[in-house]
């Protein structure tokens, strides 16, 4: 056994003299502060890496030091490392931060010092040369940099300039987070679509890089000067190891693109700039035709360049010949080589009178940028000869089958006769009543909650019981009393022990002071005489002769146990009181006069009658007269259908819109506002919907709001009053079911709650807006004269997104990305 333990406290001195022998090179070893960037020199406004690491030694680094010129990005990621080399422990510890410059030039990181345990550390200085965004004489710049392409950099106004955005990286492992692109001033953008972001592989100078173009635009120039680009910026991480990664970063150098006015004046008025455009202008059907015999007319455009840009052409059309709004169709092709394709207009012509029409367009002209000219265009002239109508006895025009499809679809469908109007002012959602009836059921439950709490109190409380007890036997010696059973003792006996009681007092220490402290501090003046004297006479009639019947007291000690409990509950009942008037003030709502919805569904039947017997103005008028304190979705279709017999697509288009914003699905309305929107002269397209847009569209429809609101606040109700029946029930599996299903309709609760004051925000929000004019110049900022340009023209019936309002412009945005201002009474909010 001895010689088992001896080489065991052998060992043991060996380890403790090699423990202290390293702590003793720990402390003897090189204790020193450094600061280290991971490369120099380096970009302006792209991040890099510096560490402030420690050896040898424990400093109190909570935060990194103040440097001038330099900003912290993010961090810190620490590290700690121990090392044994030859027999020497050294132990070091290192904050890495992520960090920018924002100038270019040089920036020098002074000697800095840190307090360790016992000395002060001083860093040596740093000098890092810092370079120009795009400088390529970085070497992060040449392996990872944000370039911006453009196939012109002299253009003719209007011409179209390919613009590409790329990236272009010698990194592996490179994950791009997020990326910017520059805001347009003074240019239409139309963005080339299917162009999915990937890295290719290409040679450049010799050496190969992986690029990746994020996106491709065709800019077309609205005005003359230097058009930049600038903000083409992108933020990246560059994988080091499987753990750790460094951000990269890049701006693109600006662009800049000189646009040129165009040379000389148009020989006749100019329909813009574009390449090998070409008319045709022809007619359809048989020829020759009788009167009132319908037949189209087509104006075909073809080439290449911004088509969607080209309105229809001023034709002098003969008085004979009723001529309806163009049937405009394009069929134009964006890809990384412009635009092109075709524009169509078709008239829908009916002559009203036999006789020969030539119907020719006007003299047109355009600037060809390719062959750096204008160019004339002409067509030859369309001549109908037509010949006298039917006999009499048949109809007053007749189509063929082809024109009858055409005509009818260019009718609205008709009205709708029934509707249920509601008041356009709602004080219910968000008034004192919908708050009080959310206040409500949480108040009711906390009172339940305090009084489920004093019951268990009182349960629990052993002087509960003996107050009970006391008040039982007095009630049953008072009606003895009243019955001549008992004596005057008896009652002096049964009124002490519930005065000791109710008082808490012991009974050892009971008497008439006693009594009078208490029934003072408590009650009111006029109950405690009447104690005291019950007391008192009662004590005295024991002894003194002419001692009253105990029948004679009983009025006296019933006033008395009225008056002492009184006391007790005031307390209680002044906390109910001020509950419930506070309910009843979240319950009330100044009542106004309220419009009287007979009148409304009389003026709404007489716009209908009007609107069947073709007198589109006064149905008008009734609509109008309703829709001021009025809303219903048949209300809003009945006056988009009404100025769209009347000739008015601005408020038509407008109606419809704010129908579809109550019923987005309704297949009458989507028909009826397709063709409106066919009859607008600009021809935007909007990006297609995505993931859940239309169902969102749906639950948020205004027709929705009363059954979110209802449901809300009964699944509101239902929940707390499960909650108040958990509190008293004593059975373990029914409060274990209604502690499971009381939050489950809270919280259906309030997710119709959510969607109510969703679908009531998009109704008062004013997000979208009608062209009500006919023609409205945008701008490129909100003011008049020489200072901004004119960025395009936009027309009657256009719907447009509201931004931001600037005195009387505001801000609109296509559904196309395009920007610009434009006059606030242009345009009516949806």
């Known amino acids: 056994m001895h010689s088992l333990i001896r080489p065991l406290h052998f060992t043991l001195r060996a380890f403790m003299m090699l423990l202290m022998i390293g702590i003793g090179q720990v402390a003897l070893g090189q204790v020193s502060a450094s600061i280290t960037v991971d490369r120099n020199p380096v970009v302006a406004n792209q991040p890099f890496r510096i560490t402030f690491e420690f050896k040898g030694a424990q400093v109190k680094f909570s935060s990194p030091p103040t440097i001038e010129g330099l900003r912290y990005v993010s961090g810190p990621s620490t590290s700690n490392s121990t090392q044994i080399i030859n027999g020497a422990v050294s132990s070091s510890r290192s904050y890495t931060y992520s960090a920018v410059i924002a100038e270019e030039g040089t920036l020098r990181i002074p000697a800095l010092r840190f307090q360790a345990n016992r000395e002060t550390l001083n860093t040596r200085p740093v000098t890092l040369k810092v370079l120009k965004a795009g400088n390529q004489s970085s070497g992060t710049a040449t392996k990872f940099e944000a370039v911006i392409e453009v196939d012109k950099r002299s253009v003719f106004l209007g011409e179209p300039v390919r613009i590409q955005y790329r990236i272009y990286n010698r990194l592996d492992g490179v994950d791009v987070r997020n990326y910017t692109f520059p805001d347009l001033s003074g240019a239409w953008r139309e963005t080339v679509e299917g162009e999915d972001p990937r890295w290719e592989n290409t040679i450049l100078n010799g050496q190969r890089f992986q690029v990746a173009t994020i996106r491709t635009d065709i800019l077309y120039p609205t005005q003359t000067g230097t058009l930049e680009l600038d903000g083409f910026d992108v933020d990246a991480q560059a994988r080091i190891s499987f753990f750790n990664t460094r951000p990269l970063a890049s701006s693109a150098r600006p662009v800049q693109i000189e646009v040129k006015p165009l040379p000389g004046a148009a020989p006749a008025p100019s329909l813009g700039t574009f ?95 390719a062959k750096k000219r204008f160019e004339r265009l002409s067509t030859p002239v369309i001549s109908l000869n037509i010949e006298g109508g039917a006999s009499d006895n048949g109809p007053a025009f007749g189509f063929n089958s082809k024109s009858d499809v055409t005509i009818l679809t260019r009718d609205v469908r008709f009205i709708r006769t029934k509707t249920a109007l509601r008041p356009k002012k709602q004080p219910f959602l968000g008034g004192p009543i919908h708050l009080g009836l959310w206040w409500f059921p949480p108040l009711g439950l906390a009172v339940l909650a305090l009084f489920r709490r004093r019951q268990k109190k009182e349960e629990s409380d ?30 002096g006996g049964a009124v002490h022990a519930y005065l000791q009681a109710q008082m808490e007092i012991p009974r050892s220490e009971a008497n008439r002071s006693e009594y009078e402290k208490v029934l003072t501090n408590t009650c009111s003046p006029e109950v405690a005489r009447n104690w005291l004297d019950i007391v008192d006479t009662l004590d005295r009639g024991r002894f003194a002769p002419g001692a009253p019947e105990p029948s004679d007291l009983v009025t006296r000690i019933q006033h008395g146990i009225k008056g002492l409990e009184g006391a007790a509950r005031s307390m209680s009942s002044n906390v109910k009181s001020t509950i419930a008037i506070l309910l009843i003030m979240a319950g009330t709502v100044p009542v106004s006069g309220a419009p009287n919805p007979d009148v409304a569904m009389a003026e709404f039947q007489q716009g209908n009658t009007a609107y069947t017997q073709g007198d589109y103005d006064k149905a008008i008028e009734a609509y109008t007269s309703v829709s001021e304190k009025w809303t219903s979705f048949e209300l809003e279709y009945n006056l988009g259908g009404a100025h769209y017999k009347a000739g008015g697509i601005g408020p038509c288009i407008l109606h419809y819109e704010r129908a579809l914003r109550m019923r987005p699905n309704d297949d009458d309305l989507k028909a009826n506002l397709l063709l409106a929107r066919a009859a607008v002269t600009d021809r935007i397209e909007g990006m297609p919907e995505i993931g859940m847009a239309s169902i969102w569209r749906e639950l948020v429809s205004q027709e929705r709001l009363t059954s979110w609101t209802i449901a809300s606040i009964a699944f509101w109700f ?45 109704m008062v929000s004013e997000e979208g807006a009608v062209v009500m004019v006919p023609r409205v110049e945008v701008m490129s900022a909100p003011a008049e004269g020489d200072a901004p340009s004119k960025l395009f023209v936009l027309h009657e019936g256009t719907v447009v997104e509201l931004l931001r309002q600037e005195g009387d412009w505001r801000q609109v945005r296509l559904a196309n990305g395009n920007s610009g201002w434009l006059q606030a009474n242009s345009i009516e909010g949806i």
């Open 275 to 369: 390449r090998d455009l070409q008319l045709k202008w022809f007619s359809e059907g048989t020829l020759p035709l009788k009167s009132n015999e319908a037949v189209n007319l087509t104006l075909e455009i073809s080439g290449k360049g911004n088509l969607g840009l080209i309105g229809e052409p001023d034709i002098d059309w003969p008085s004979d010949l009723e001529v309806f709004d163009p049937e405009i169709k394009d069929r134009i092709r964006t890809t990384v080589n412009g635009q092109s394709g075709k524009r169509t207009l078709t008239y829908l012509v009916i002559p009203r009178a036999e006789g020969s029409y030539e119907i020719g367009l006007p003299n047109m002209a355009y600037f060809d940028y």
């Open 462 to 491: 052993p002087t509960s019981g003996l107050k009970k007890q006391a008040k039982k036997t007095l009630k049953t010696t008072l009606n003895q009393a009243e019955k001549g059973q008992v004596n005057l003792d008896d009652v």
């Open 718 to 762: 239902f929940g707390f009053a499960l909650l108040a029946l958990r509190m008293f029930q004593k059975d373990i599996a029914q409060r274990r079911w209604l502690g499971l299903s009381a939050p489950v309709l809270v919280l259906l609760a309030m997710l119709f709650g959510a969607l109510s004051k969703q679908t009531h925000d998009r």
